[in-house]
């Protein structure tokens, strides 16, 4: 094994990239010093390289297309100008589809048949096959290297490798973290930019914007915390991971690594509904009779519950059985508080809830959620209302008072509604 050989293999190990890739790199560098050397810019520039003996060899590879009269060509340059002109004046760009019936040639990549004969009858070496020259045919035209490199082309084939590198590096970031969208990871937080999180990834750096942060949650440098990729894209400055705390989806995930039922399939999650940071319900399924769905999220002790609960930064989680009878999942959807009925309106997706008096703080919630995180679950849009008998009695006794006295609820009655149904 040559050195040059061995620096490849340790520039691959270091980076994590392939041989391939960087023998790709260094060739793609050398046609760029050698075209800055000996060549000119119609020229696309093929080099091999052979890292064992150091030697390489270079070729001007060309298309075969048509004979275009240069008549034509200038006309159609001209016209493909003026159209230019024409859609700048009308401050948008040029399409595709209004060039697409102009004559093209470009010199870089193409060659003119009767060329493409001409160099056929005069090479000892062509590659194009059979003999004759053909459109569409792919021309690879030896070239010569007469000395070796100079300064400057050494320096053009240095910053080539850079970049390329880099490039590549970036390709397989992207190509690792793609395959991770819609999953959860860890990360480290980095530091806090404005009202931006960054997080270190370990390769690359990932971004919390603030509209998938949970209100109040601390985002102190060094902590460890998972996250839930949304989207990865590849920006001109290279992957742009977005993370998310608050996202809908990381309920799920985080359900499907701590719970082994939900991974395998055996238990389904059917539908969630989240107040990111406050509370989450999420209904659970199972075709399997001999799972109890709801107790294998649980866990013994309440040991897998929990441990979800402190991913989820202390966010409290229902747990509930759904159900295809609509009735019976609103019910169940409203728990912790206890349904006497529910009336469907099925045109217009809405239903009439009633509870009892004293459960009718803890069926709507604080601020609403329960009842709001209720209508997300299941779908339908919900009217939580006490008995008509109560609510006669209620409006006849306000009526014979002149002002109300307004009370907060009682500490037990907030701590009921804080209690979490797991």
Not at 31 to 50: E, H, L, T
Not at 182 to 192: D, L, N, P
């Amino acid at each position: 094994m040559s050195e040059i050989t061995k620096a490849i293999q340790a520039l691959c190990d270091e980076k994590n990239l392939s041989y391939d890739a960087v023998m790709e790199t260094i060739e793609a560098a050398l046609a760029a010093a050698y075209r800055k050397d000996f060549g000119n810019k119609q020229q696309n520039i093929k080099v091999k390289f052979d890292p064992e003996t150091a030697d390489m060899k270079a070729w001007d590879v060309k298309t075969v297309v048509e004979d275009i009269d240069a008549d034509v060509l200038e006309k159609a340059q001209e016209e493909l100008s003026a159209r230019r002109e024409k859609a700048r004046e009308e401050n948008r760009e040029l399409t595709e589809e209004e060039t697409a019936d102009l004559p093209r040639f470009n010199p870089k990549l193409e060659m003119m048949k009767t060329a493409a004969k001409e160099i056929q009858k005069s090479a000892k070496g062509g590659s194009a096959s059979g003999g004759k020259v053909k459109v569409g045919d792919v021309l690879e035209i030896p070239l010569e290297i007469t000395h070796e490199f100079g300064r400057m082309a050494a320096q053009t084939a240095k910053q080539v490798i850079i970049q390329k590198i880099r490039e590549a590096e970036r390709t397989m970031v992207f190509g690792d973290f793609k395959t991770q969208e819609g999953q959860v990871i860890t990360g480290t937080i980095q530091r806090v930019e404005g009202r931006k999180v960054l997080i270190d990834l370990g390769k690359i750096t990932g971004l919390v914007p603030s509209d998938q942060q949970i209100f109040n949650e601390p985002y102190r440098p060094g902590a460890r915390m998972k996250f839930y990729v949304v989207s990865v894209e590849m920006t001109q400055r290279g992957p742009e991971i977005i993370l998310s705390r608050a996202h809908v989806n990381m309920v799920k995930a985080i359900f499907a690594e701590e719970i082994p039922e939900v991974a395998a399939g055996r238990i389904d999650i059917k539908g969630i509904a989240r107040d990111a940071g406050f509370r989450s319900k999420v209904a659970v399924a199972t075709t399997d009779e001999s799972i109890d769905p709801i107790g294998s999220c649980i866990g013994q002790r309440g040991s897998r519950i929990t441990t979800i609960i402190a991913e989820l930064g202390g966010e409290k989680i229902d747990i509930i059985q759904h159900s295809d009878e609509p009735r019976e999942y609103i019910t169940k959807a409203l728990s912790p508080a206890k349904v006497l009925s529910v009336e469907l309106n099925e045109a217009e997706k809405t239903a009439k809830v009633t509870v009892a008096p004293e459960q009718y703080s803890l069926a709507i919630g604080r601020g609403g959620q329960n009842v709001r995180l209720a209508s997300e679950l299941t779908g339908w849009k919900l009217n939580v209302v006490q008995p008509a008998e109560v609510s006669d009695q209620a409006t006849e006794g306000a009526a014979s008072v002149a002002e109300p006295e307004v009370t907060a609820p009682s500490e037990a009655s907030q701590a009921t509604e804080e209690t979490p149904i797991t």
